[in-house]
């Protein structure tokens, strides 16, 4: 009888799975595990995390007390305006070199991360910079003064009105 119970219980036990089929098991079980985290992260996907930005094109009105080349920065915007005898005109902030955001200062603009400097009308001083601040599309309407940031004109290009 005592064989009898052996024999049931070792026919009752699982067999022992062989290696290769282990392994393959697992490389199964990581396949499908990679698919479903893909999924999940698609999932994801359709959410916005992007950031409104401002407007390239925007409106400005100068200071009455804006005194002939003296600059205006407008709140939140990386141009400086000018106003002369002979216009209006912009100028964008934004280095040459890197892309940091240069600072007015008494001859000109400097970039204060790797020391660009620029005179009062844009053009490169002191390097590393390689290119002049471009000067940017500006037009009058009344007494709003209207910026494009995304078309650039030539140097000493004004708006007069």
Same mark, same amino acid.
């Given at each position: 009888?005592? %064989?009898d119970?052996?024999?049931?219980?070792a026919?009752l036990?699982p067999?022992?799975?062989p290696?290769? %089929?282990?392994l393959g &098991?697992?490389?199964?079980?990581?396949f499908v595990? !990679?698919?479903?985290? !893909?999924?999940?992260?698609i999932?994801?996907? =359709?959410?916005?995390?992007?950031?409104?930005s *401002?407007? @390239?094109?925007?409106?400005?009105q100068?200071?009455?007390s &804006?005194?002939?080349?003296?600059?205006?920065?407008p709140?939140?915007?990386?141009?400086?305006?000018f @106003? %002369?005898?002979?216009?209006?005109?912009?100028?964008?902030?934004?280095?040459t070199?890197?892309?940091?955001i240069?600072?007015?200062?008494?001859?000109?603009?400097?970039c *204060?991360c790797?020391?660009? +400097?620029?005179?009062? %009308?844009?053009?490169?001083?002191?390097? =590393? !910079? *390689?290119?002049? &601040?471009?000067?940017?599309a500006?037009?009058?309407?009344?007494?709003e003064?209207?910026?494009d940031?995304?078309?650039t004109?030539?140097?000493?290009?004004?708006? +007069?009105?």
């Amino acid at each position: 009888m005592k %064989d009898d119970h052996t024999t049931v219980l070792a026919r009752l036990a699982p067999e022992p799975v062989p290696r290769r %089929d282990f392994l393959g &098991l697992s490389a199964l079980g990581a396949f499908v595990t !990679a698919l479903f985290l !893909a999924f999940l992260g698609i999932i994801r996907l =359709p959410r916005v995390v992007v950031s409104a930005s *401002p407007s @390239r094109k925007f409106r400005v009105q100068l200071p009455e007390s &804006l005194q002939p080349g003296e600059p205006f920065v407008p709140p939140g915007r990386n141009v400086v305006l000018f @106003r %002369d005898s002979e216009g209006v005109y912009a100028i964008s902030l934004v280095c040459t070199h890197l892309g940091c955001i240069v600072k007015p200062s008494p001859n000109g603009f400097e970039c *204060p991360c790797h020391g660009s +400097r620029f005179a009062p %009308d844009g053009h490169v001083i002191g390097g =590393p !910079a *390689p290119k002049p &601040l471009p000067w940017l599309a500006v037009s009058l309407e009344g007494n709003e003064v209207w910026v494009d940031g995304n078309v650039t004109v030539q140097p000493g290009t004004k708006a +007069r009105g």
